[in-house]
């Protein structure tokens, strides 16, 4: 029989501390998982929410889009980035809050992005919102507008129907007068937090919802290029030295570089402590084993087993507890991921299409390393046990004790 | 009670374009500023220089400003991560700095006014007043402002979240650990079964080995948890440049602590120590 082979039957013939040890290394391996795919979930998640728009470079006034500081001079800015060659098309970003009237109800408050694309090129012309389709079609017409779903629910319409909205896209003073826009279509607006709602449409559609009081500034300009994204970005930098131009990646490097740290940081220490944890605690459960078993191994020894053989074995016995704990940590932590990921995306200005924990193939190799490394770490002292067992001296005292 | 909006005199906080130094105190009549300690740090700026700030980029329309004094930013964990390199002016030097050409004087727009109460535990009746008196201001008191779900009151979810999974995790082990230890005395318990002690007495013996035990293991913890403490807050606060406080062991989390770990480890102690005790003394003492 071989080394596993008999590691297996140790482990069945108690089993009530074998399924203890096991799941004792599932429970700490989930939580092990969890924080691996908690170190980059943010950053894997951001990348992906901005690359899916379809827009390589973003131009804001900030470092960061959205910080709140707004782009002068929007529209003249927007047709000088449309002229640059690497670029296939810019999209003017206005937002502006706003209040929804209800008939019987109190006024929703509703985020309103207003757009406006600017093109030399006949594919950028028909670029596309940020915001996706989901019902009926886009907005095109300064008196339409697109929802999103909470907004359609909340206010009992949806395509074709109509809404009272009075927007500010000043001060939040202003006494608008109200303005009665059509709704063409039901939308998903990816930056959209868990708590708000969104209403877009064009920039002459926010114009007119704003009573024409919006000025010539913009939150931000999405650009396309024709395919080099950084070459863009630095084009646009050269051109416009008092904005700031950002690749996708770019904008998540800064946002690794502030906002996302924490979470990074909580990771690592909670993965060190986890490891240390799960090391400490299985070096205990295989050392009183094999003290427990040590005339057991001893009669082994005189048999005829080898040094190598017995921790063979004992090495073994841990692989197959971290083994079997480490599969199992798998599915409890993807479930484990979810409930956590659904309380920290309770967080107020978390995009709803943002996650916290996501999957990555690189989590699970690291995850895999670490158990691996774990099994070995806590084999050591064990191993190191059985091999300088006196055979003959532990069988006596077996035997007298 | 925070108010927004309203127009007041109040210090106001900014980021603005800071220029390099231009003299010193004595010569100018500039007003004053305070900067936070890591602008003062990292521009190399000094009490009494004077400062020229602008809310341009490029530096247009420019003032001087003498730098009164440097404070420490009150620790936002909001903004972890990010230096604080601000400054601190009097809102009417704020407001002629920022206002719209075409705004006249005091017209502007604040965006909220903080009210200290002579009874601080008027705040609910007195935002509700304000609330019916100025439409258009939204009055709250001020550990409202943030909202219920504020985003620390959602980290401290997460982390109670992650504590319930350790403590779950623990309990497991320790359950396999005291198996493995109460098996090891089985012959002890055979020989006092067979001496006599009944199993309510043996059974009595362990829980308070157990209590021992884990109260030993918990003081050790909440030891652990104070030396750690200093550590941890020195080492995060290094990281991101910030006073806060990262950890910190108050009486009521020890307690929490004691009395999850003592009880869980005495019952771990009992649960495993149950099974064996059902059997018979011969049965335990048998080699």
Redesign the interface.
Known sequence: MNALGFAWRSLVRQPARAALGVLGVAAVGALLFDMLLLSRGLIVSMQDLLDRGGWDVRVSAGDLPGSGLRLPHAIATAESIAQLPSVQGALIVRTASAQVDRASATPLHVSFQGVATRSTDPAGSRLRAPWTILRGRDAEGPNEIVVDERLASQTGTGPGGEIIVRATCVADLEALPATRLTIAGIAEFPFQTTSDSTVGGTLAALAAACGGNIGDEADLILVTSRGDADGTAASIRAEHPDVRAATNSEVVGRLQQTGFTYFQQISSVLTTVTVSFAVLLITVLLTVSVNQRLGEVAALRALGFSRMRVVKDVLCESALIVGTGGLLSLPLGWAMASGLDRILKGMPGIPAALHFFVFESRALVVHVALLVATAVIAALYPMRIVSRLPIAATLRDEVIG | VRL??AAVLLPAILAFCVLPPVAWAQESTAPDVLISRQLAESEGLTVGTVIRLATD??GAHAREFRIAGIYEPTPDPAR???VPRSVRLHLPDLLEMTRPVDVPAGAE?VSSVNVALTNPADAQQFASDVNARLP?VLALPAGEAT?S???FR??E??HL??AI??I???T??L???T???V??RRETVGVLRLIGLPVRRILTQILLEGLIVAGTGAVFGLVLAALSEQLINQF?QW??DTALIFVRVTKDVALTCVMIAVPLGASATVVASWALLRRGGLRLARR
């Open positions: 927004a909006p980029a490029s972890l991560g990010q727009y258009g909202g779900a504020g985003p959602v980290l979810r997460f979240a992650i999974i350790t779950v995790a623990a497991v082990f359950l396999a650990l198996i493995m230890l098996d090891e995060f990281r991101y």
